[in-house]
């Protein structure tokens, strides 16, 4: 593809020989939603996972991807993450942590290796799409194929 930056995440998948397609939509600076990308790909919410950032009191940092249009259930991940509590963590030290701006991080290629949780949901679909590392780009994959790349563990986390 023309122009897309070979991210972290995309080298990750190639190495793993994990097959996917990468999906281009144009950004709005002002609505950087799961929700948005979900309309202007034309992929239904439920398969558009949107990756979060979140800190435990125990563990500290997990990622959880959650479908478009849903809210994490904090208390699901600290049950399944071995913490008492869990919160979203700071806009501004979202990219200190894990090497991607708001918009444009995927559960794939942080900087450091995080815990990695996974709606349960995903694994009812062919495929979902989440974010490829980079504003305005998705991986179209298999939901097994997500969970086994990022080594995440899968359990219900949306209210």
């Known amino acids: ?21 990468l999906i281009e939509y144009d950004i709005d600076e002002k609505e950087l939603s799961a929700e948005d990308a979900a309309a202007k790909t034309g992929i239904a919410e439920e398969r558009t996972f949107k990756t979060l950032c979140c ?39 979202v ?12 559960p794939i290629g942080t900087k450091k290796k995080y815990p990695v949780f996974i709606d349960a949901s995903a694994l009812a679909f062919d495929f979902i799409t989440v974010n490829a590392g980079q504003r305005g780009l998705l991986f179209k994959l298999a939901p097994q194929d997500l969970v086994r ?5 899968c359990e219900a986390f949306v209210r």
């Not at 593809?1 to 397609?21: D, H, S, Y």
């Open 149 to 153: 790349a990022a080594g995440a563990k």
């Open 95 to 106: 990219q200190g942590l894990t090497g991607y701006i708001r918009g444009g991080c995927s």
């Open 55 to 93: 800190r435990g009191d125990k563990t500290g940092v997990i990622l959880v991807c959650v479908p478009a249009g849903r809210e994490l259930d904090f208390k699901a991940l600290a049950a399944a993450s071995g913490n008492k509590s869990t919160e979203l963590v700071h806009l501004k030290e």
């Open 1 to 21: 593809m023309a122009g897309v930056k070979k991210t972290n995440a995309v080298r990750i998948l190639e190495n793993l020989k994990i097959p996917f397609e």
